[in-house]
């Protein structure tokens, strides 16, 4: 179909790996406890707009670029790295940060997309990701092009999405009382930074 061999198999693996936690998990999970369901949602749509952008390099052949060079891979995973750092040393310092922005609401969601698209581009490990998962479920005889590559994208993106929306639904609804406890808005807060500072470190000692 299209060029793709054990759809099915992609499904389920792709399924699998999406309720895998990871950095992605945490900044929605984040956004979600502290500035509620709204928040969660942005910070999805941010997310899955950089998985459409790695799924586009894939298919273009440009992801090859981070996988054969040491230097762009470095570069991305450095960069990356130091906006995590950014994102909790910016928590950290602010005292009540994250409730703050929940009443500027339009401002607040805009940087709340972006952060979350900015996190998922600047990690080197899920272009590396697409660019090693998905030709395993192409035909090698492909004719279509890069179509089989946007088909196997956008049903990870599609399955990924419901899963995050299912976390934003779970965790947004479940704290709206922290969320209006002043004390517990700050914690949350220190809690939240150290945990980016934490995944910076971690982004920046990834091998290629």
Not at 39 to 64: E, Q, R
Not at 93 to 102: H, I, K, Y
Not at 138 to 150: C, K, L, R, T, V
Not at 162 to 186: E, I, P
């Amino acid at each position: 179909m299209f060029g793709i061999t054990h759809f099915e198999v992609f499904l389920l693996a792709g399924i699998l790996l999406n309720i895998t936690p990871g950095p992605d998990t945490f900044y929605i999970l984040s956004r979600s406890i502290a500035q509620g369901p709204k928040a969660g949602i942005y910070s999805v749509m941010g997310i899955i707009s950089g998985g459409a952008i790695h799924t586009a390099l894939a298919a273009l052949g440009l992801s090859v670029i981070l996988a054969q060079s040491a230097l762009a891979f470095t570069v991305v995973k450095t960069a990356g790295a130091l906006y995590l750092g950014y994102i909790g040393i910016t928590a950290l310092l602010s005292r009540d940060q994250l409730r703050a922005t929940e009443a500027e609401a339009g401002a607040a969601m805009r940087q709340i997309y972006t952060q979350g698209l900015l996190t998922n581009l600047f990690n080197p490990k899920v272009a590396l990701f697409f660019l090693s998962f998905l030709p395993q479920f192409i035909d090698p005889q492909n004719a279509y092009g890069i179509m089989p590559f946007i088909l196997l994208g956008c049903t990870f993106l599609t399955t990924g999405t419901l899963w995050c929306l299912l976390l934003v639904l779970c965790s947004g609804n479940m704290t709206v009382f922290l969320r209006k406890n002043d004390k517990a808005s700050a914690i949350m807060n220190k809690v939240c930074g150290a945990a980016y500072i934490l995944l910076g470190v971690k982004l920046m000692t990834a091998e290629q």
